[in-house]
T-cell receptor, first 117, second 111 residues
């Protein structure tokens, strides 16, 4: 059973370019979460998605950042017109379906390390 | 929103000694408290979790305790080994699934 997959593992972009990060959840998981981690810091929640729906994007910057989880294919985190401050590790996690208020474990992918030059 | 505070930020122990990491949370609606271990350059790995209807949980050398009234929870590692060296994050989550991470504790186990 493959775990959460992310690609690319490393991404270098020049300022002003677009970055696309992909996340394939574990088999059977329909919930995806994106987190950002700056060096020497904890992970910060960005967005929570189910198939074709954004459930909570309260941690996402209002501009330049967007996320989707289409019916088919991986979840994508898109950063337009990247700036140096976007350099970070971006982790996605997945979990099984939600049952009312029951919370399930989140399993993390290996991360994408974005470097903006 | 939820705020999770974690102490200490760094912790050095001799191999074989115990390590304790303490956290507090602010949202009384939080009901799930996972702990993640992250080695340098790696993904966070879930090592243990506790739900709000339980006060204590143990898994071999690792134990977690939860005091809902005080909004405190803690991680205890006994008989520490060099491979326990990593950054540990306490977290909290409500039914909404959004996980709030603490600031991390860098644990160093000295052989």
């Amino acid at each position: 059973n493959a775990g959460v997959m992310q690609n690319p593992r490393h991404l270098v972009r020049r300022r002003g370019q677009e970055a696309r990060l992909r996340c394939s959840p574990m088999k059977g998981h329909s919930h995806v979460y994106w987190y950002r981690q700056l060096p020497e810091e904890g992970l910060k929640f960005m967005v929570y998605l189910q198939k074709e729906n954004i459930i909570d994007e309260s941690g996402m910057p209002k501009e330049r950042f967007s996320a989707e989880f289409p019916k088919e294919g991986p979840s994508i985190l898109r950063i337009q017109q990247v700036v140096r401050g976007d350099s970070a590790a971006y982790f996605c996690a997945s979990s099984p379906s939600v049952w009312d208020i029951v919370v399930f474990e989140q399993y993390f992918g290996p991360g994408t390390r974005l470097t903006v030059t | 929103g939820e705020n999770v505070e974690q102490h200490p930020s760094t912790l050095s122990v001799q191999e074989g000694d115990s390590a304790v990491i303490k956290c507090t949370y602010s949202d009384s609606a939080s009901n799930y408290f996972p702990w993640y271990k992250q080695e340098l350059g790696k993904r966070p790995q879930l090592i243990i979790d506790i739900r709000s209807n339980v006060g204590e949980k143990k898994d071999q050398r690792i134990a977690v305790t939860l005091n809902k009234t005080a909004k405190h929870f803690s991680l205890h590692i006994t008989e520490t080994q060099p491979e326990d060296s990593a950054v540990y994050f306490c977290c909290s989550s409500g039914g909404y699934q959004k996980v709030t991470f603490g600031t991390g504790t860098k644990l160093q186990v000295i052989p």
